[in-house]
């Protein structure tokens, strides 16, 4: 079936290639065929990537994983945890109670923080998401992380996994640790060592292709 209009194809083994085709086509509306140059949206596959980023600083003793993330970022020293319960007509009301303890980096790190995202599941938590415009590109990661910080969570930190904005937050940290914007500290630690010239967060040259 025409599941997808086109893609890169590698296969290693042994540490051989022995598979490397562009196949279809890169624009569904288009016929131009794929190329292996092609640059592809890579979604949150920037997580790892920021995550990365953190365990070397890890490494280099800058930042610890048992770190609370109030160290860095002094807006998460308070959270709240929002719990849903029955006003007097049996409609759901959001009730903030304190977060037993504070988030840290390895909160960030494997989605346990209790932070989550709005776009997806139900709830008044993730609503209060949703209303905060979260991915409004025109913030700061400070301004990002700042308004994380002033909504209720969804959870007690590191009682649930669940997908979240915790890397944002995390970038975040990598920036006041380094004192470096995030591509910067991303392009000096990882992207550029391993020769990922056009791995950004934003397509800049208008004559790759989109």
């Known amino acids: 079936g025409r599941k997808i209009p086109g893609a890169v194809v590698l296969v290693a083994r042994h540490g051989k290639v022995v598979l490397y085709e562009a196949v279809g086509r890169i624009d569904p509306a288009g016929s131009a065929p794929m190329t292996k140059d092609a640059i592809f949206r890579i979604y949150s596959m920037t997580k790892p990537i920021t995550t990365l980023t953190a ?5 280099e003793g800058k930042l610890m994983l048992t770190d609370p993330v109030s160290k860095y970022i002094p807006s998460f020293a308070r959270m709240q945890v929002g719990v849903e319960k029955p006003d007097a007509s049996g409609k759901p009301v959001l009730e903030n109670m304190p977060a037993r303890r504070q988030i840290t980096i390895q909160d960030l790190m494997r989605h346990t923080s209790g932070i989550t995202y ?3 599941g139900s709830g008044l938590v993730k609503a209060a998401y949703t209303e905060a415009n979260l991915g409004d590109t025109s913030r700061s990661n400070l301004e990002v992380a700042d308004r994380v910080a002033a909504l209720p969570l969804a959870y007690q930190p590191g009682s649930t996994w669940d997908y979240s904005h915790s890397t944002d937050v995390l970038g975040r940290v990598v920036e006041v640790v380094t004192g470096k914007p995030l591509l910067q500290a991303m392009k000096e ?13 934003y397509v800049t040259d208008a ?3 989109k």
Request: hydrophobic share 55%.
């Open 55 to 59: 365990m070397m600083l890890v490494e």
């Open 189 to 201: 630690r990882v992207l550029d060592p391993l020769g990922l010239a056009d791995t950004a967060f």
């Open 118 to 120: 709005g776009f997806f």
């Open 207 to 209: 004559s790759k292709h």
